[in-house]
């Protein structure tokens, strides 16, 4: 992951303001889920990373107030059971290991529910948000058929500023 933790979620808080469909998505309040790997250290350290540096800031995204979630991942049914289960709205995925991601992709496209991660390489299996680098800056990573399945509508103004994979 090129772009640190911290780093990552405002990032990620900003560029939800630009979907235009959140609030409809979520209803009352965004959920998200951090999807993670308990027998994979480095999944395990960003889903900690990720809910602890959260936490404090996770007042509201564009005024909706904010529920994290920690999901470990054992295989597609548990996955499926647990975003129900959770209500999940945006599902930010960990480094994971042997996980196929466009499963996860397809399950997320089924229900709704966006995908965001730091990994970049993971747009390319059907992930829909992700950051990168660039001559030193953080840069944003869009798959737009993905994030139109998963019912996304971000303004052209986002995506003027991304790398828009189609």
Do not use: W
């Not at 808080?13 to 999807?35: P, S």
């Not at 597609?76 to 290991?97: A, V, W």
């Not at 992709?105 to 829909?128: A, D, F, R």
């Amino acid at each position: 992951m090129p772009v640190p933790v911290e780093i990552q979620i405002p990032l990620f808080k900003k560029i939800l303001t630009f979907d235009r469909n959140l609030k409809t998505r979520a209803g009352n309040e965004i959920d998200i889920g951090v999807l993670f790997q308990k027998g994979f250290k480095l999944s395990s350290d960003v889903k900690n990373e990720f809910v602890t540096t959260a936490s404090p800031t996770q007042d509201s995204i564009d005024g909706l107030p904010v529920n994290i979630v920690a999901l470990e991942y054992s295989d597609e049914p548990n996955l499926k059971s647990n975003l129900s289960k959770h209500n999940i709205d945006i599902l930010y995925i960990t480094p994971m290991r042997a996980v196929d991601l466009k499963m996860v992709s397809q399950l997320c496209q089924t229900h709704k529910i966006l995908t965001i991660t730091g990994v970049p390489q993971y747009i390319e299996n059907g992930i829909s948000v992700g950051l990168d680098i660039k001559a030193e800056k953080p840069q944003i990573i869009i798959n737009l058929q993905s994030t139109k399945a998963e019912g996304a509508d971000f303004s052209s103004k986002l995506l003027n500023l991304a790398k828009v994979i189609k």
